[in-house]
């Protein structure tokens, strides 16, 4: 079966902290890929980045970075010096097959609110 | 390009009713998904289609009904709403094929069911 947890229901931070999201999954493919999104409060699914399962280097796209160990199953997301602009709920998400099908199993969300 | 378009954005059901949710993509995507968020729950898996004319149940199929009559379209129906398909519905499509191709989500519809 494959599964992703976000264990971090709520987070909530003042501005220019630093700010770290877990996500960890599971899953017997050894090809799969790993998502993560932005959902601002106008509700819309915004993509942020895509990791596949060979790919273990981590990333950084400004004030934002993946960490991705197949080691540990996880796939964490950081924003540096976070901004109130960053308040959302960012999903993490696994794609891969099941029963046949590509499909993409979500976490359950973290709601992440930057205090000014 | 549209990409994956949801209709209607909002509706507001009384028990009982009955309505359908229209996804449509113009990118030639095989898959195409129906997805129901509930607050601390993510996104769930309702039905997926691989193709025209073929759809699948997902985690949370019950009490919805689905169709893909026409590769662009994937209707979601609701014969007889209930308070627990109150909810936030995201369509989604995807091409297959070898590689990663991405997935392409609307921009999702609220449905209330009082």
């Known amino acids: 079966a494959q599964k992703v947890t976000q264990a971090q229901t709520e987070i909530s931070v003042v501005e220019k902290e630093d700010v770290t999201l877990d996500c960890v999954y599971e899953?017997?493919?050894?090809?799969?890929?790993l998502f993560w999104y932005k959902q601002p409060p106008s509700g819309e699914l915004v993509f942020l980045i895509r990791?596949?399962?060979?790919?273990?280097q981590n990333e950084i796209s400004g004030r934002y970075s993946w960490n991705f160990q197949k080691s540990t199953s996880s796939f964490n997301f950081t924003i540096t010096a976070s901004q109130v602009v960053d308040s959302a709920v960012y999903f993490c998400?696994?794609?891969?097959?099941?029963?046949?099908?590509?499909?993409?199993?979500f976490g359950q969300g973290t709601r992440l609110t930057i205090n000014p | 390009n549209a990409g994956v378009t949801q209709t209607p954005k909002f509706r507001v059901l009384k028990t009982g009713q009955s309505m359908t949710l229209l996804c449509a993509q113009d990118?030639?995507?095989?898959?195409m998904y129906w997805y129901r968020q509930d607050p601390g729950m993510g996104l769930r898996l309702i039905h997926y289609?691989?193709?025209?004319?073929?759809?699948a149940k997902g985690e949370v199929p019950d009490g919805y009904n689905v169709s893909r009559l026409k590769k662009q379209n994937f209707l979601l129906g609701l014969e007889s709403a209930a308070p627990s398909q109150t909810s936030v519905y995201f369509c989604?499509?995807?091409?297959?094929?070898?590689?990663?191709?991405?997935?392409?989500f609307g921009s999702g519809t609220r449905l209330t069911v009082v």
């Open positions: 989604a499509s995807r091409r297959t094929g070898q590689g990663y191709y991405g997935y392409t």
């Open positions: 899953t017997r493919d050894t090809t799969y890929y």
């Open positions: 990791r596949n399962s060979f790919d273990e």
């Open positions: 998400a696994l794609s891969g097959v099941i029963q046949g099908a590509q499909k993409l199993v």
């Open positions: 990118m030639n995507h095989e898959y």
């Open positions: 289609s691989v193709g025209e004319g073929t759809t």
